[in-house]
């Protein structure tokens, strides 16, 4: 305490220091840096290792890559400054969970409208999954066709990850070779016909044919366990369909805890990096074997005690659980078994969506609430803005090997940045544009309050997106390709 209480007070006499200091002259270049930028800031993070929020500079080049990282004061060599006062300056946040829809379902959702809902919440970095879309991305000649459909349509930087599927072994190494940044699997039906389960005997061709390459292998865990098919085929028989309670039964821990312990099975001592989505329950936490893994901020914010009955807009697979196992999965961040925090943003029309928790499709629309759903529930757990780097920018651009561009504020690293205000709340009125950018307004957050304003969004310099503009009208966003990407 008394360590802390030094620190503290040594830390306020530099602000002072730096406060009083007089602002040093303006740049003398003859030659202005075109197309330069520098942040001044008096509370950034640059990665997790920054417990507590610094002042610095930050000189962004024309390329849109961070030059230095400097001292308050340091303005020179770039006129374009901005001074982001009291607000949170971070690393633009990476979501390695998101339904795009886009081509073939672009009446669900699709590049323009993510990625504006991204830039508006202060996400710069959209990994689209593998289904949902038409074609899903199993074949070089499909991830080809998303490529090309999201070129000059989307405002924040994107990339893609290839899907395993029964039938698709010989196009996994191609897929690599085009440019994917990882895979993804379902253990399940995935609701989609196109895109099929996985049994153990394609999970094991598929690590084994990835072997060599330091590439992540992604799992929907959830499998149908034998013994408790017969109580959940009379659920669905039976029960109200319209009782949120019912459908949370009819996909009980069981099933997500087996689906993991198979997994752990299969790649134990496999070179392959394997990788657990949407953890719902805190029973897995301790299967957790040699893998890592991610929960959603849905599953951090709501109770099942409190979803009406109707309301299949909180619908999702796996189900949100009770507010016990909320805390158990807050306890799975703190402990670091879940390393990181994603959207699994998979918004549908509305009309796919009825009173009918069986009947209706599954999935939350809710990306550009990334930041401030989130933060509603990590601040008042003590969480901190070095954890929300850890969950949001740091792991996951690790997680598919993008971390030599984007996930932290670095020399040499993208330009990605979001400006934001912690301490400002407001109420989600989805109706409203310039509050919920997606295609549809449907969302559980609808009505919620919510903590964190984003001020500003930068993608590799360019200002994406402001609070008084909104986002920009001209999409900026690129394709990312992974490291084994040959063209
Ligand atoms: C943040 O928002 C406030 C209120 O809209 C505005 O006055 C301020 O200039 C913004 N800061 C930045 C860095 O844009
Ligand atoms: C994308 O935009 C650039 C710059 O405006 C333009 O040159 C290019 O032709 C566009 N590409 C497509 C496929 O629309
Ligand atoms: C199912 O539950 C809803 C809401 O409680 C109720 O209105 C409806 O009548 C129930 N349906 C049946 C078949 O019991
Ligand atoms: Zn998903």
């Known amino acids: 305490m008394i360590k802390i209480s030094i620190l503290i007070s040594l830390a306020s006499l530099l602000a002072v220091y730096f406060i009083a200091t007089p602002p040093v002259e303006p740049p003398t270049t003859s030659q202005p840096n075109e197309g330069c930028l520098i942040i001044q800031a008096k509370r950034m993070i640059r990665d997790s290792k920054d417990l507590i929020p610094i002042s610095g500079t930050i000189h962004v080049g024309a390329d849109g890559k961070i030059e230095k990282i400097a001292d308050y004061y340091d303005l020179h060599g770039c006129q374009r400054i901005i001074n982001t006062g009291d607000d949170i300056v971070m690393p633009g946040m990476v979501d390695t969970h998101v339904h795009v829809n886009d081509p073939g379902r672009t009446h669900w959702e699709g590049f323009l409208t993510v990625t504006k809902g991204a830039a508006a919440g202060g996400v710069t970095t959209v990994i689209d999954m593998p289904l949902n879309s038409l074609p899903p991305t199993t074949t070089v000649e499909n991830l080809d066709i998303k490529m090309k459909t999201s070129v000059n349509q989307t405002f924040v930087d994107v990339g893609f990850l290839g899907g395993v599927v029964p039938e698709n072994k010989n196009d996994l190494l191609p897929l690599l070779n085009a440019g994917v940044l990882g895979f993804k699997s379902f253990m399940i039906n995935s609701g989609v016909q196109e895109f099929g389960a996985v049994d153990e005997s394609h999970i094991e061709t598929a690590l084994n044919i990835l072997k060599d390459h330091d590439i992540v292998y992604m799992f929907h865990a959830e499998v149908e366990v034998l013994e408790l098919e017969q109580e959940i085929q009379d659920l669905i028989k039976n029960g109200n369909g319209s009782h949120y309670a019912t459908f949370m039964k009819s996909r009980p821990p069981r099933m997500e805890v087996e689906a993991i312990?198979?997994?752990?099975e299969l790649c134990k001592d496999k070179l392959t990096r394997c990788h657990i989505v949407h953890v719902a329950t805190d029973e897995a936490l301790s299967e957790m074997d040699g893998v890592s893994s991610e929960t959603c901020t849905h599953y951090l914010f709501f109770t099942s005690e409190s979803i009406p009955d109707g309301a299949t807009q909180y619908k999702c697979c796996p189900?949100?659980?009770?507010?016990?196992?909320?805390?158990?999965?807050?306890?799975?961040?703190?402990?670091?078994?879940?390393?990181?925090?994603?959207?699994?943003?998979s918004p549908s029309p509305p009309d796919l969506k009825n009173n009918d928790f069986f009947k209706s499709w599954g999935g939350i629309s809710s990306l550009e609430l990334s930041l401030s759903?989130?933060?509603?529930?990590?601040?008042?757990r003590g969480f901190t803005f070095s954890d929300l780097v850890k969950w949001k920018c740091e792991e996951p651009a690790k997680l598919v090997q993008i971390h030599d561009r984007k996930g932290t504020i670095r020399k040499g690293l993208d330009a990605d940045f979001v400006i934001w205000s912690p301490d400002e709340s407001y109420v989600l009125d989805a109706r409203k544009k310039r509050m919920f950018h997606h295609k549809h307004p449907l969302?559980?957050?609808?009505?919620?309050?919510?903590?964190?304003?984003?001020?500003?969004?930068?993608?590799r310099g360019v200002v994406v997106f402001t609070r008084e503009g909104d986002v920009i009208e001209n999409p900026t966003g690129k394709v990312l390709k992974g490291r084994y990407s040959i063209n």
């Open 373 to 380: 759903a989130l933060w509603t529930q990590a601040s008042i």
């Open 443 to 459: 969302t559980p957050y609808d009505g919620r309050a919510l903590k964190g304003v984003v001020n500003m969004t930068i993608l």
């Open 261 to 264: 312990r198979k997994v752990v």
């Open 319 to 345: 189900p949100i659980r009770t507010a016990a196992n909320r805390e158990g999965l807050w306890n799975g961040l703190r402990s670091g078994v879940l390393s990181m925090v994603t959207s699994d943003h």
